[in-house]
């Protein structure tokens, strides 16, 4: 008998699933069938998308969604194909993707993924997206909801159902982007990429396996959990503190921006993430900047050799002193860059770099 599932990432973070622990040890959930994982027969899912309904650039930024599952180290790949489809509609043995206004189908939902199973074999899924949204399909930060924009992160979303057709449950106890997609961002300067996560990533190969060679990644972003609601986890910036408590901050363009002093010692939050095969020691290295794109050209203020194995998301705090060189009344920006030397070779080298914002007070 074929069993029917709905999995969807809600606006309001308002219904969730079942949750299912995978182990003491990883936060991922996955989708069973009494003891059974549920996954595809085979190692790959190949989407009909439709033209209809979706604009070149959402069937785009829907390939770059899958194209974030494709290059991690699980051993599972996605493919698509464009085509209209005049009449979509999940049990017609198709993977499809399509966008409706439709309540009755999405319940509120920004994105929904419908998905049928003999037991804890997949047989379709079908994912839907709110075609009433107003999306954002780049990775511009100052167009995204989460920072100073109005629009939701198409990406991000995508990413998200696609963890659903893989065999993800929603995830509350880490930050994952099985949780609150819309707050699952690798941002430096101007970019917020939407990516898979250390505990997606870990999931997909606890599902299918490892793929052979070299599929290594270490990455560094300026959110972490903080909670969860209704079996998703929730978002929050990292943050500075001072003697164990956090700094005083204001708000500007969206951002948190803390008040600090020249040879102040603080302590600076970053979430580290390894998103590849091998557990990894890679040299941090803390950096301010005088904007928001940090790299290893900035002021460097101190480093640490980090342990990131695959098994979590560490949140972690580190001390370092705000340099007395800088001019008051000036905003600047600490950050860190994780494999600061350049010795992991990774999958992707854009997501090594992210930072907070702070002003230099007397």
Known sequence: MNTFTKRSLF??????????????????????????????????????????????????????????????????????????????????????????????????????????????????SDIVFDSAISWHTGQAKSSIDSYSGSRVAFRAVAIHEAGHALGLKHESDTYNVMGDASTHLQTNGSTARSYVGEDATHGAIYLYGLQGGTREDVAVAHW???????????????????????????????????RLRRGQAIELEMSYENNGKSNQKPRVQFFVSTNDFISTGDQLIGSRTLTVNRNKVYTARHPVTIPRNLTVGTTYWIGSVIDADGRITEFDESNNASYIGFRVIP
């Open 11 to 124: 606006a309001t973070l308002a219904l969730g699933a079942v949750a299912f622990l995978a182990d003491s040890a990883q936060a991922y959930e996955v989708s069973k069938c009494g003891s059974l994982n549920v996954r595809w027969a085979g190692n790959s899912c190949y989407f009909r998308v439709d033209t209809a309904s979706m604009s070149t650039s959402m069937r785009s930024s829907f390939q770059q969604a899958l194209n974030a599952w494709n290059r991690a180290p699980a051993k599972f790949s996605f493919s698509m194909g464009s085509t209209a489809l005049w009449n979509p509609f999940t049990g017609n043995g198709q993977n499809e993707v399509w966008m409706t206004s439709n309540q009755d189908v999405l319940d509120g939902a920004l994105g929904v993924c419908f998905s049928i199973n003999a037991c804890s074999v997949r047989l379709e």
């Open 224 to 258: 972490r959990r903080s909670g969860s609601a209704s079996g998703y986890s929730q978002h929050r910036r990292t943050r500075i503190f001072i003697g164990g408590v956090e700094a005083p901050k204001s708000t500007v363009n969206g951002e948190p921006v803390y």
